[in-house]
Structures are given as structure tokens and as C-alpha cells.
């Protein structure tokens, strides 16, 4: 912010008068499915207006920056949003002004508010179009691709967009390395035939926290995982850790530092707070006094301890145990979720892994396994898991296939090819798979 404080008031003093009151630095276009975002990034906060020409094509939305001077090339603006063709020029009011023309797709409904300077940006306006902004990705599935009878996993990749979350010393982002580990984990989880994953974020925008769980119960998400890099003070704590929602608040330094980051996002993702209906920050209270909070709490915590035993097997675990913090991503009533923090990306040989393809891939395949190895314990009523368990008998004495059979309500044909018998004698402690009628 101090950068556009110094420029605003060099170009000032170099303009003898104070012709610009603000500038116009940088522009910013993030087209997400359902929404685009543009960002203005301006020396001082805007004094603006704006009007829509509807009346017929080009659609357009007109922003009149009062005393405001462009510096930016609008010919190399990077827009790939289905929302907006064109985002050029026109005559201003007058001479100190700048009028920004952006020529939409339709006569789309938007929403234009300031954002208010905070640790990483300074002033911005900001224009909200709701609409489909980019072509359907083959490798997510849609809400309509969703079946019921899978289990559902929610996979939430951490940031985007304007938050960066945390920053590597060779300059990696966050946002950018957990949407990899994301998109292979739900490539791993869709090649399952029992389970299916749908994608809260696909791309490089920002989706608030509190729509990330509201999108993972729309969908009756079985689980939401938050994947993200932790990062420190210092470049030497490494290793992965799992957190699961406590109702305190966290009672160690690095739980504290994840509660502060995580409620950061929100700010540099550019939710605006006062347009938010429910108390940002009192939302631990409010939620907990939903009775099924408690059951979404201790699942969470017991697939957060699967994921810890798989992830153990390639990575380096900071934490062996799930770790609590009142965290605003993992607060849905009903749905449990984890955080699982996939390394430091602080620490500079972390970073560095946490940038390999491989990686990544044994990163997702680890949650992947270990998630499984949960619902095949505790499989939900309804899904695969819980139609093709089988139970496991050992033979006793007097047992015969046919006894068998009856007890479980199968057939001796079954128990065999289950278990690839080529006679009817059965031994005394012999394993037996017995399949479900
Ligand atoms: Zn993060």
C-alpha cells in the first residue's frame, strides 16, 4: 500500500497541481463458473459512478473514475471471462476523468462496491458479474454429473484468485500448488468406482469460506477436504499436518497462525464483509449449536486420522495426531471435513517438492487411501461401500458351506467364488469371506 501512496503522491507534485486525485494501477480479471470478478487497484479509495447501456448489443457497463488517471494498457489485459468482450476506453466527463467501457456478453446484473486497503492491496473497486464465465472443464464433475449412490467427496483447493495464501522463498504460490494436488485427487477419486469428487474451486478465483462448506452440502458431500501448504515465520518447521474444527480456539502458535490465515483469506479474496448477512468472525458459536455438529466433528476426526497414516507413508508429517482449530472452511453442520496442510511451502525443500508432479500425485493418492480406508470401515447406508462389504467368517467345527449359506442368507455358489473354492470341504479356522445377499 505504501508503493501506491509514494506514487500518488510523486505524480502529484510532478503534475503541479492536483489535476489526478487517484490512479488507476492495475486491473485485474477472475473468471470463475459461476461469477467473474474485476479488480481495479487504485492509488486512494474511488469516487466513482456507473450506468449500464442495455438497450440493445454491445451490452454495456459504463464506470466513470472521478479525477482518476489510467495507468494501465488495457490492450494487454488478460481476459479470459465468457462475460466480458472487451474492456476498452470512451470520452470521459471531463478532462481529469477516466471512463472505463466493459462490453459484456449480456445485459448482466452487476454489482460494483469498494474494498477498503488492507496488508497486501491497496484501495479497490470491485465488479461482481454473476454468469457463467468459463467453458465446462472435462476433468471436474458437474453438480448435474453427481450420482447419489457414490460417496461424495468435496474437494476444496485452498485460496485463489486475489488471496495467494502463503508465498514460497523461490516465489510459489500456494493457490497454485494446491489446486494440482486438488485436481489429481479428484482424477484418483473418480477413477474409484464407489466414490466421486466434485471440485469447489477449478480454476484461479477466489470462492469465500463460508460458500465453500455451503457448496459441500448443496451437493450432500460425504466429506469436504481443504487442501493447502502451511508456511512459518522461519524457513525451518516442515512436514504435513491434518486439522480437524475445535470448538476453542487453537491452543498452540501454529494453530493460532492457520486461524489468522485462514481469516485473512476472506479479506485478500475480497469478500465483502458488510455484504456478508452473519457475523464473519462469530461463526464457531452460531454453527455449534448444531446438534449434528457433534457426529460431523468426530468423523472428521476419525477419516483426519486415516489420512494421517496414509500421508505418513510419503511424506513427512509435522503432526501425528489431528490437529484443532476453529477454522471457518470446516464448519458445515453436516458434512465432516478436514484441513490437511500438504507440507511448508516456507521451507525451501518443501517448496521445492511440493512443485513436483510426483509429488502432488502421491500427496492425492494418500488422502485418497486414506479416506477409503474409512468408508470401507464405516461405509454411509445406500453406497457401494456399504452393498459389497463382505463380512469375514472363520470355519468351526460342524460348519459346512450350506450352514453358512443359511446363516448369512447367501448362497453356497457365492461363498465359493468369493473366496475361489474348487470343493465343498471346509477346514476348522479357515477364513471365509462371506458377500452380502
Ligand atoms: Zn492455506
Given at each position: 500500500?505504501?508503493?501506491f501512496?509514494?506514487?500518488?503522491?510523486?505524480?502529484?507534485?510532478?503534475?503541479?497541481s492536483?489535476?489526478?486525485a487517484?490512479d488507476?494501477?492495475?486491473?485485474?480479471?477472475?473468471p470463475?463458473?459461476?461469477?467473474t470478478r474485476?479488480?481495479?487497484?487504485l492509488g486512494?479509495s474511488?469516487d466513482?459512478?456507473y450506468?449500464?447501456?442495455?438497450?440493445a448489443?454491445?451490452?454495456?457497463?459504463?464506470i466513470?473514475?472521478?479525477?482518476?488517471?489510467?495507468?494501465?494498457?488495457?490492450?494487454?489485459?488478460q481476459?479470459?471471462?465468457?462475460?466480458?468482450?472487451?474492456?476498452?476506453?470512451?470520452?470521459?466527463?471531463?478532462?481529469?476523468?477516466?471512463?472505463?467501457?466493459?462490453?459484456?456478453?449480456?445485459?448482466i446484473d452487476?454489482?460494483v462496491?469498494?474494498?477498503?486497503?488492507?496488508?497486501?492491496y491497496?484501495?479497490?473497486?470491485?465488479?461482481?458479474?454473476?454468469?457463467?464465465?468459463?467453458?465446462?472443464?472435462?476433468?471436474?464433475?458437474?453438480?448435474?454429473?453427481?450420482?447419489?449412490?457414490?460417496?461424495t467427496?468435496?474437494?476444496?483447493?485452498?485460496?485463489g484468485?486475489?488471496?495467494?495464501?502463503?508465498?514460497?522463498?523461490?516465489?510459489?504460490?500456494e493457490?497454485?500448488?494446491v489446486?494440482?494436488?486438488?485436481?489429481?485427487?479428484?482424477?484418483?477419486?473418480?477413477?474409484d468406482s464407489?466414490?466421486?469428487?466434485?471440485?469447489i474451486?477449478s480454476?484461479?478465483?477466489?470462492?469465500?469460506?463460508?460458500?465453500?462448506?455451503r457448496?459441500?452440502e448443496?451437493?450432500k458431500?460425504d466429506?469436504?477436504?481443504?487442501i493447502?501448504a502451511?508456511?512459518?515465520?522461519?524457513?525451518q518447521?516442515r512436514?504435513?499436518?491434518?486439522?480437524?474444527?475445535?470448538?476453542?480456539r487453537?491452543?498452540n502458535?501454529?494453530?493460532?497462525?492457520?486461524?489468522?490465515k485462514?481469516?485473512m483469506?476472506?479479506v485478500?479474496?475480497?469478500?465483502?464483509?458488510r455484504?456478508?448477512e452473519?457475523?464473519?468472525?462469530?461463526?464457531?458459536s452460531?454453527?455449534?449449536?448444531?446438534?449434528?455438529?457433534?457426529?460431523?466433528m468426530s468423523?472428521?476426526?476419525?477419516m483426519?486420522?486415516?489420512?494421517?497414516?496414509?500421508?505418513g507413508r510419503?511424506?513427512?508429517?509435522?503432526?501425528?495426531e489431528?490437529?484443532?482449530?476453529?477454522?471457518?472452511?470446516?464448519?458445515?453442520?453436516?458434512?465432516?471435513?478436514?484441513?490437511?496442510?500438504?507440507?511448508?511451502?516456507?521451507?525451501p525443500?518443501?517448496e521445492?517438492?511440493?512443485l513436483?508432479?510426483?509429488?502432488?500425485?502421491?500427496?492425492a493418492r494418500?488422502?485418497?487411501?486414506?479416506?477409503r480406508?474409512?468408508?470401507?470401515?464405516?461405509?454411509?447406508?445406500?453406497t457401494?461401500?456399504?452393498?459389497?462389504r463382505?463380512?469375514t467368517?472363520?470355519?468351526?467345527?460342524g460348519?459346512?458351506?450350506?450352514?453358512?449359506?443359511?446363516?448369512y442368507?447367501t448362497?453356497?455358489?457365492?461363498?465359493?467364488?468369493?473366496?475361489?473354492?474348487?470343493?465343498?470341504?471346509?477346514?476348522?479356522?479357515?477364513?471365509?469371506?462371506?458377500p452380502?445377499?
Open positions: 500500500m505504501r508503493n501512496l509514494a506514487k500518488a503522491a510523486v505524480l502529484c507534485w510532478l503534475l503541479g492536483a489535476a489526478y487517484n488507476i494501477d492495475n486491473i485485474r480479471i477472475w470463475a463458473p459461476d461469477n474485476v479488480v481495479f487497484d486512494t474511488p466513482y459512478s450506468f449500464t447501456l442495455y438497450q448489443p454491445p451490452y454495456r457497463l459504463v466513470d473514475f472521478n479525477a482518476t488517471k489510467l495507468n494501465v494498457d488495457l490492450a494487454k489485459l481476459n479470459e471471462s465468457l462475460l466480458i468482450k472487451k474492456i476498452r476506453t470512451s470520452t470521459p466527463k471531463d478532462k481529469n476523468s477516466t471512463r472505463i467501457v466493459l462490453e459484456l456478453s449480456d445485459k452487476a454489482k462496491f469498494p474494498l477498503a486497503a488492507n496488508d497486501r491497496g484501495e479497490r473497486l470491485v465488479i461482481d458479474l454473476p454468469g457463467r464465465s468459463i467453458e465446462r472443464r472435462s476433468e471436474a464433475l458437474t453438480v448435474e454429473q453427481l450420482q447419489e449412490r457414490k460417496v467427496i468435496a474437494i476444496d483447493a485452498g485460496h484468485g486475489d488471496d495467494p495464501g502463503s508465498i514460497g522463498p523461490r516465489g510459489t504460490f493457490k497454485h500448488v489446486l494440482k494436488i486438488a485436481k489429481a485427487l479428484a482424477d484418483i477419486i473418480n477413477q464407489a466414490m466421486q469428487a466434485y471440485l474451486r480454476g484461479d478465483y477466489y470462492v469465500g469460506l463460508k460458500d465453500r462448506t457448496k459441500a448443496d451437493i458431500a466429506l469436504l477436504v481443504s493447502h502451511d508456511a512459518f515465520t522461519s524457513p518447521p512436514g504435513a499436518s491434518v486439522w480437524v474444527l475445535s470448538t476453542r487453537a491452543n502458535e501454529m494453530g493460532r497462525m492457520l486461524e489468522n485462514e481469516r483469506s476472506d485478500l479474496g475480497g469478500v465483502d464483509m455484504l456478508e452473519d457475523d464473519t468472525y462469530g461463526y464457531i452460531k454453527t455449534i449449536l448444531d446438534l449434528s455438529m457433534g457426529h460431523a468423523t472428521g476426526y476419525e483426519a486420522k486415516e489420512v494421517i497414516a496414509e500421508m510419503v511424506a513427512r508429517m509435522h503432526k501425528h489431528p490437529q484443532h482449530a476453529s477454522l471457518a472452511v470446516l464448519t458445515s453442520g453436516n458434512v465432516p471435513s478436514m484441513l490437511v496442510e500438504t507440507g511448508f511451502i516456507s521451507n525443500q518443501e521445492q517438492q511440493l513436483t508432479n510426483k509429488h502432488q500425485q502421491q500427496l494418500a488422502i485418497y487411501q486414506g479416506v480406508n474409512y468408508f470401507q470401515r464405516r461405509p454411509p447406508d445406500g457401494l461401500f456399504a452393498t459389497s463382505s463380512k467368517h472363520i470355519v468351526r467345527s460348519e459346512s458351506l450350506s450352514v453358512l449359506a443359511q446363516r442368507n448362497t453356497v455358489k457365492a461363498i465359493k467364488e468369493r473366496n475361489s473354492l474348487s470343493s465343498n470341504v471346509l477346514h476348522i479356522g479357515q477364513k471365509l469371506e462371506i452380502s445377499s
